[in-house]
């Protein structure tokens, strides 16, 4: 069956050509009974129609078309796209050109929602930063009154006061310093200095730093049996221990009394290691686990304040390991346990 769908406006003027000037010729000869005039009628019908449809079509129809395309790629047209517009773009059929309209319109939407998304997190970051800042300005300020106020007169009291603004200075140039080494990270001043190391040697380093604070929680950490064959990699030796120590205070931080952190190291081809964190600790919703990497992201803002840190860790750990161009995950359920991993490159 002829499909008039898909035609281009020379075959468009074509065929609506052929349908008047047939009829018009067969209505000649059914009144002349004379064939040589309908033929001539035929002929001259068929080339009036023809090309005045087709200068109907790409004066007027095609010209806006132009216009369409000028507006979709939103530049002043250079030489090759004033070829395309001027021998290219009359031979597409209607339909091609509204397909050409759709997919630059869902390109567009999909702009649209980056973009939608970009402020959204915008605005939480900044609420966010704005909260992380605002507690412990309002805390040292608080102390500082309070001293000014006459509590300078026990020394007791304005020993404990100072102990305690001294730790909220301390949160905040935390705070700064991490932003301003995700700030170089994003924007790649942050130079990685690769070079190479055995990973469980790391480990085991980062294990002994962490050691104090896993032992007020009585927290076994060990690598994982199976694991303890040394396995070299090449890659910023400090910036993957900042990752891992990340990695294991936060396993030990939400981990469960009496529980254990565990690493494992894994040859996932010849190429790359996995290595994981893992803990028996509290877990992370479902809903969390997409977002976990984000700036201040906390799944539970009370506890996890409570906890201390910045809200800036896992962000750093996803740029520092995006940096060496790899990949971190994280997989958890609540009250099982959580396992972070990231990949890196061998020897």
């Known amino acids: 069956m002829f499909n008039t769908k898909n035609l281009s406006p020379d075959k468009l003027s074509l065929f609506t050509a052929v349908c008047l000037a047939v009829p018009v010729s067969i209505a000649f000869y059914i009144i002349s009974f004379n064939w040589i005039d309908a033929l001539i009628a035929l002929a001259i019908i068929f080339m009036l129609a023809f090309f005045l449809i087709r200068f109907v079509l790409n004066k007027f129809i095609y010209r806006k078309i132009k216009v369409i395309y000028k507006y979709i790629y939103q530049t002043k047209a250079n030489k090759r796209e004033e070829i395309y517009q001027k021998y290219i773009l009359p031979k597409k ?5 509204n397909n050409d309209v759709e997919k630059w319109a ?24 704005a909260h992380e800042i605002k507690t412990p300005i309002f805390a040292i300020q608080g102390y500082v009154d ?22 909220n200075v301390t949160r905040m140039v935390d705070l700064v310093h991490d932003l301003d080494e995700i700030t170089r990270l994003e924007s790649g001043e942050q130079l990685l200095h ?35 064959q040394p396995v070299e990699v090449f890659a910023d030796k400090e910036k993957i221990s900042r990752v891992l120590i990340n990695l294991v205070d936060n396993a ?65 750990c996803k740029h520092i390991i995006e940096a060496h161009n790899q990949s971190i995950h994280v997989r958890s359920k609540e009250n099982v346990g959580t396992t972070t991993g990231f990949t890196l490159d061998k020897r």
């Open 146 to 167: 309070t001293l000014l106020g006459g509590a300078m007169e026990n020394p007791a009291i304005a020993k404990k006061f100072l102990e305690n603004t001294s730790r």
């Open 252 to 316: 030990i931080k939400y981990g469960k009394t009496d529980g254990h952190v565990t690493a494992g190291i894994y040859n996932t081809d010849e190429k790359h290691i996995l290595i994981e964190i893992s803990d028996n600790g509290i877990g992370i919703a479902g809903r969390h686990l997409s977002r976990v990497f984000e700036r201040f992201y906390r799944t539970d803002t009370g506890r996890s304040r409570n906890a201390g840190g910045t809200g800036l860790g896992l962000a750093i």
């Open 106 to 129: 869902e390109q567009q939407a999909a702009v649209i929602d980056d973009l939608k998304n970009n402020e959204r997190y915008r605005r939480e970051f900044l609420q966010n930063l």
């Open 93 to 97: 059929s209607i339909e091609e050109v």
């Open 194 to 228: 690769k070079k190479k190391f055995v990973m469980q040697e790391v480990i085991r380093e980062v294990f002994e730093t962490l050691s104090k604070k896993a032992a007020e929680k009585n927290i076994h950490c060990s690598i994982k049996k199976g694991c303890e």
